[in-house]
């Protein structure tokens, strides 16, 4: 168990719907990543947020939005959703001072969304 | 960060010690390398990382060149549960901004 939580385990929607994914990050880390992992393509970075700001983004759709709250929890928000949206989603989170002690970004089990 | 060249696939025979080779020839000074490895759909695990010293822990030791353009990730008994695909990265510390670019990996079977 990493210690970051992923909610819906699983999820199954329409095309043209909205999903909200969401994660809990280890006690105590400020960074949270979402990751996403289609069929046919490998781990793509969608953004990261840092305590509550955005640190950086990847390939992530326009349809696509991500926050983090005062609590560190985040939510990533699919809109519009497409039969190629459909994948696997994994949030990740980290320490401030994780890779000097050895620990490192941590991932969750993933969010496995399915568009219909 | 620096771009890893992994092969696509290896096999190793159960017990065995598994070595997995990574060339990152234009790795910068301040680069460490990482090791994760991912079990079918499950979450990435980190394995171990290092910067210029080879490093051991509890699942894997970690052999880096001494012109640091090379590293072998080695899995020194192997079991069935260690069949994964695993990834090598390159990356600078910044202080919990660090971002992992994941490259296509190693599917490593362990062969019974």
């Known amino acids: 168990d990493s210690g970051v939580t992923q909610t819906p385990k699983h999820l199954i929607t329409a095309t043209g719907q909205r999903v909200t994914l969401r994660c809990s990050p280890r006690s105590g880390d400020l960074s949270v990543y979402w990751y996403q992992q289609s069929l046919d393509q490998g781990l793509q970075f969608l953004i990261q947020?840092?305590?509550?700001?955005?640190?950086a983004k990847g390939n992530i759709l326009e349809r696509f939005s991500a926050q983090q709250f005062p609590d560190l929890h985040s939510e990533l928000n699919l809109s519009s959703l497409e039969l190629g949206d459909s994948a696997l989603y994994f949030c990740?989170?980290?320490?401030?001072?994780?890779?000097?002690?050895?620990?490192?970004?941590?991932f969750g089990e993933g969010s496995w969304l399915t568009v219909v | 960060d620096a771009k890893t060249t992994q092969p696509p696939s290896m096999d190793c025979a159960e017990g065995r010690a598994a070595n997995l080779p990574c060339n990152h020839s234009?790795?910068?000074?301040?680069?460490?390398v990482y090791w994760y490895r991912q079990i079918h759909s499950q979450g990435p695990q980190y394995i171990i990382h290092g910067l210029k010293n080879n490093e051991t822990n509890e699942m894997a030791s970690l052999i880096i060149t001494e012109d640091r353009k090379s590293s072998t990730l080695i899995l020194p008994h192997a079991t069935l549960r260690d069949t994964a695909v695993y990834y090598c990265?390159?990356?600078?510390?910044?202080?919990?901004?660090?971002?992992?670019?994941f490259g296509t990996g190693t599917r490593l079977t362990i062969i019974p």
């Open positions: 990265i390159a990356l600078i510390s910044n202080f919990g901004n660090e971002k992992l670019t």
């Open positions: 234009t790795i910068s000074g301040n680069e460490y």
């Open positions: 990740a989170s980290s320490d401030p001072q994780g890779f000097f002690s050895g620990n490192t970004i941590y």
């Open positions: 947020y840092y305590n509550g700001e955005e640190r």
